[in-house]
C-alpha cells in the first residue's frame, strides 16, 4: 500500500498544477470555449490546449488560457481520457483513447470557427497525446504549431518507481485503478515504443518543447527532448532564466513559460522574455 500511495502521488502531481479554487477557475476561463469566436488576421489559428495527467483543463490552464485570450487567440480547451474519478481528474484513460478525442476536438474546432489550423498547446501528458496525434492519427496535416511544456515523449522512470512497479507486480493495480495512462509512461511500454519508433515528430508542424532540469516527475528531464529536426526546438527553461527553479507542476503557473509559449504560438513577434525568478516547485 506504501508503494501504491507514493506511485499516486507521484503520477498525480501534475492534478496540483496551477492550484485554484473551482469560483477563481470559472473566473479566469471567461472567454476560452467561445464558440462564436473568429480568428483573426494576426492569430489565424485558434489554440487548444491540453492538460496533464489527473488535473483538468481548467486547472491545468487557470492562469495561461486568459492570457491567450487576452491576446487575441480563439482558446479552446477540455478535460479529456477520464475514468471513474469524473471530469476534475482527466488524462487517466489509455493516451491512445485520448489522441482520438483530440483528434474529435480539432475537428470540432476548425469545423466551428472555420480555420483550416489550429495550434496546439500542452502540458505534461497534454503534449505525450497530441505527439501521438500529430503521428498516428492524421494531426500532422490540421496542426501549424505544437508547444509544449513538461514535456514527455520517452515515458519517465518516475526516479525508479517504474522499476518497482515491475518488480512487484503493480502495474495491475494501476489499470484497475482507473490509470491505464500511468502504465503507458513506462519507458518500456507499447505506447511509448511505438511513439518513438522513428521518430516522434512528422513533417508539417513546427515543434517546441520547453523542459525543466528541475522537474521531479518526468525523469529524466530529457524525456521532453526531441530529436534535432528543422522544424524542432527545444528549450531548457534554465538556459533562458538560470534563476528559474520550477519543476514540472510550476510550469503551469511560471510567467517565464507562458513568455516562451506566446513566443512560440508567434515567432514572427517574440519578446525577450523578461526572467522572473520562481521558487521550486516540483
Same mark, same amino acid.
Given at each position: 500500500?506504501?508503494?501504491?500511495?507514493?506511485?499516486?502521488?507521484?503520477?498525480?502531481?501534475?492534478?496540483?498544477?496551477?492550484?485554484?479554487?473551482?469560483? $477563481?477557475?470559472?473566473?479566469?476561463?471567461?472567454?476560452?470555449?467561445?464558440?462564436?469566436?473568429?480568428?483573426?488576421?494576426?492569430?489565424?489559428?485558434?489554440?487548444?490546449?491540453?492538460?496533464?495527467?489527473?488535473?483538468?483543463?481548467?486547472?491545468?490552464? $487557470?492562469?495561461?488560457?486568459?492570457?491567450?485570450?487576452?491576446?487575441?487567440?480563439?482558446?479552446?480547451?477540455?478535460?479529456?481520457?477520464?475514468?471513474?474519478?469524473?471530469?476534475?481528474?482527466?488524462?487517466?484513460?489509455?493516451?491512445?483513447?485520448?489522441?482520438?478525442?483530440?483528434?474529435?476536438?480539432?475537428?470540432?474546432?476548425?469545423?466551428?470557427?472555420?480555420?483550416?489550423?489550429?495550434?496546439?498547446?500542452?502540458?505534461?501528458?497534454?503534449?505525450?497525446?497530441?505527439?501521438?496525434?500529430?503521428?498516428?492519427?492524421?494531426?500532422?496535416?490540421?496542426?501549424?504549431?505544437?508547444?509544449?511544456?513538461?514535456?514527455?515523449?520517452?515515458?519517465?522512470?518516475?526516479?525508479?518507481?517504474?522499476?518497482?512497479?515491475?518488480?512487484?507486480?503493480?502495474?495491475?493495480?494501476?489499470?484497475?485503478?482507473?490509470?491505464?495512462?500511468?502504465?503507458?509512461?513506462?519507458?518500456?511500454?507499447?505506447?511509448?515504443?511505438?511513439?518513438?519508433?522513428?521518430?516522434?515528430?512528422? $513533417?508539417?508542424?513546427?515543434?517546441?518543447?520547453?523542459?525543466?532540469?528541475?522537474?521531479?516527475?518526468?525523469?529524466?528531464?530529457?524525456?521532453?527532448?526531441?530529436?534535432?529536426?528543422?522544424?524542432?526546438?527545444?528549450?531548457?527553461?534554465?538556459?533562458?532564466?538560470?534563476?528559474?527553479?520550477?519543476?514540472?507542476?510550476?510550469?503551469?503557473?511560471?510567467?517565464?513559460?507562458? $513568455?516562451?509559449?506566446?513566443?512560440?504560438?508567434?515567432?514572427?513577434?517574440?519578446?525577450?522574455?523578461?526572467?522572473?525568478?520562481?521558487?521550486?516547485?516540483?
Amino acid at each position: 500500500m506504501k508503494l501504491f500511495a507514493r506511485l499516486l502521488v507521484t503520477v498525480g502531481l501534475v492534478a496540483t498544477a496551477g492550484l485554484t479554487a473551482p469560483a $477563481a477557475q470559472a473566473a479566469t476561463s471567461s472567454g476560452v470555449n467561445d464558440w462564436s469566436c473568429k480568428p483573426s488576421v494576426a492569430h489565424p489559428d485558434p489554440v487548444i490546449l491540453w492538460h496533464g495527467m489527473g488535473t483538468n483543463s481548467d486547472t491545468n490552464f $487557470a492562469l495561461l488560457a486568459p492570457q491567450l485570450q487576452q491576446a487575441g487567440y480563439c482558446v479552446f480547451h477540455k478535460t479529456y481520457g477520464t475514468t471513474y474519478y469524473g471530469s476534475y481528474s482527466g488524462g487517466l484513460a489509455s493516451m491512445r483513447t485520448s489522441a482520438g478525442e483530440l483528434r474529435d476536438f480539432v475537428t470540432k474546432v476548425r469545423t466551428t470557427t472555420g480555420a483550416p489550423k489550429v495550434d496546439i498547446v500542452g502540458h505534461s501528458e497534454g503534449t505525450t497525446v497530441p505527439a501521438y496525434y500529430l503521428k498516428f492519427l492524421g494531426g500532422g496535416a490540421v496542426v501549424n504549431r505544437f508547444v509544449g511544456f513538461g514535456s514527455n515523449f520517452q515515458g519517465t522512470s518516475l526516479n525508479g518507481l517504474q522499476t518497482l512497479a515491475d518488480l512487484t507486480g503493480f502495474r495491475s493495480i494501476l489499470d484497475a485503478g482507473g490509470c491505464i495512462a500511468c502504465n503507458e509512461y513506462a519507458p518500456n511500454s507499447s505506447f511509448i515504443t511505438d511513439l518513438n519508433a522513428g521518430g516522434v515528430t512528422v $513533417a508539417g508542424p513546427t515543434y517546441t518543447s520547453i523542459v525543466s532540469q528541475y522537474d521531479t516527475v518526468v525523469t529524466p528531464y530529457t524525456s521532453g527532448i526531441l530529436a534535432p529536426a528543422p522544424n524542432v526546438t527545444n528549450i531548457v527553461l534554465q538556459d533562458v532564466c538560470s534563476s528559474d527553479f520550477s519543476g514540472h507542476v510550476g510550469q503551469a503557473t511560471d510567467p517565464n513559460v507562458f $513568455a516562451l509559449v506566446k513566443n512560440a504560438l508567434d515567432p514572427a513577434n517574440a519578446q525577450p522574455v523578461q526572467c522572473i525568478p520562481m521558487p521550486f516547485y516540483g
